[in-house]
């Protein structure tokens, strides 16, 4: 790749480095802070109830879409980039015995194949800051949204003007962190999709956690299984000093994870302004 990667070329190594086992033994089931706890806040947030359309854009390995396949007995579609995420969130609905409530294929969420309106709800976790283009993924997650059907994100959220060197590159860009925005942000783009948020909640210390189990599973695997790691390509020279520059940027408040819900617009519904940023605890808008 030389010069500026395309956005086929960025959703392309994020999927391959999604699908890569080392990924999988670094974060588990859940790839995103928070993990399955963090799934149940947003999903009771939507208001799932069981019999509702669920889509999950980007959905890994399948375990937020069978989770609400499961506990919310919703029917769910989850799509992904990465054909072997798919491959394995399938034989993972089969196993579990969920394959007649969660159906997965493989897909671009800037062109979701799906016609327009026939989900109550969207949800996307950890995955809109790798989106190449934003707007153009609000707009799809807008278009197969019923009138009224609702969106839940929870997604990396960062300054991006006070991210340190070591969080800018492309790694840091498929690692979720150089193209996540601040929560108000991802908020503006929803809306000019005609979404409207009604929550926000920081959860800032899931981050924190998430960069603990990084280091400690790394540490773990370079006394192990220290061949196998530098076969991954992980720069584990670089990584103490990546680890250390994120932490650093949560605590400043530069780097954290956010949950947000937003609404469709009715047709002629109301348009309601932008909502206080919230940390759980604190109260939030409700949905
Ligand atoms: C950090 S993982 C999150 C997976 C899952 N949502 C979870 O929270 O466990 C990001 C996922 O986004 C997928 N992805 C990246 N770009 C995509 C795109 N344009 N369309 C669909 N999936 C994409 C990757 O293949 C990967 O599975």
């Known amino acids: ?3 500026a990667p395309s956005g086929e070329e960025l959703k392309a190594c994020c999927a391959a480095a999604y699908s890569s086992d080392v990924v999988a033994l670094l974060l588990g089931d859940s790839y995103h802070p928070g993990g399955t706890a ?3 806040r947003l999903a009771d947030g939507l208001g799932l109830t069981p019999g509702a359309r669920v889509l999950d854009v980007a959905s890994g390995r399948g375990t937020t879409a069978l989770l609400l396949a499961d506990a919310y007995r919703c029917d769910v579609d989850g799509l992904d980039y990465a054909p072997a995420n798919t491959a394995l969130a399938q034989g993972a609905a089969r196993a579990t015995g969920l394959a007649d409530r969660a159906r997965f294929a493989t897909g671009d969420a800037e062109h979701l194949p799906y016609p327009d309106g026939v989900f ?4 996307c976790e950890c995955a809109l800051c790798t989106f190449p283009d934003k707007a153009r993924a609000a707009s799809e997650f807008a278009r197969v949204l019923k009138p009224g059907g609702r969106l839940g994100i929870t997604d990396v959220t960062a300054d991006a003007d006070r991210l340190p060197p070591e969080l800018t590159g492309l790694g840091a860009r498929i690692a979720c962190v150089a193209d996540a925005r601040p929560l108000q942000q991802y908020a503006g783009i929803l809306t000019a999709a005609g ?3 009604r929550r926000t909640e920081r959860h800032d210390n899931a981050m924190l956690r998430m960069i603990d189990q990084i280091e ?3 540490n773990l695997l370079r006394m192990t299984a220290p061949a196998g790691l530098t076969a991954t390509g992980i720069d584990l020279a670089a990584a103490p000093a990546v680890l250390r520059a994120a932490r650093t940027a949560v605590m400043d408040g530069v780097l954290g994870y956010g949950l947000l819900v937003a609404v469709r617009d009715e047709p002629c519904g109301p348009t309601p302004g932008p ?3 919230t940390r759980p605890g604190e109260g939030s808008t409700g949905p």
């Open 1 to 3: 790749m030389t010069g």
């Open 38 to 40: 963090l799934t149940r």
């Open 120 to 123: 109550d709800a969207v949800v």
């Open 195 to 197: 979404l409207h948020t």
């Open 216 to 218: 400690a599973r790394l």
């Open 275 to 277: 909502p206080p940023v």
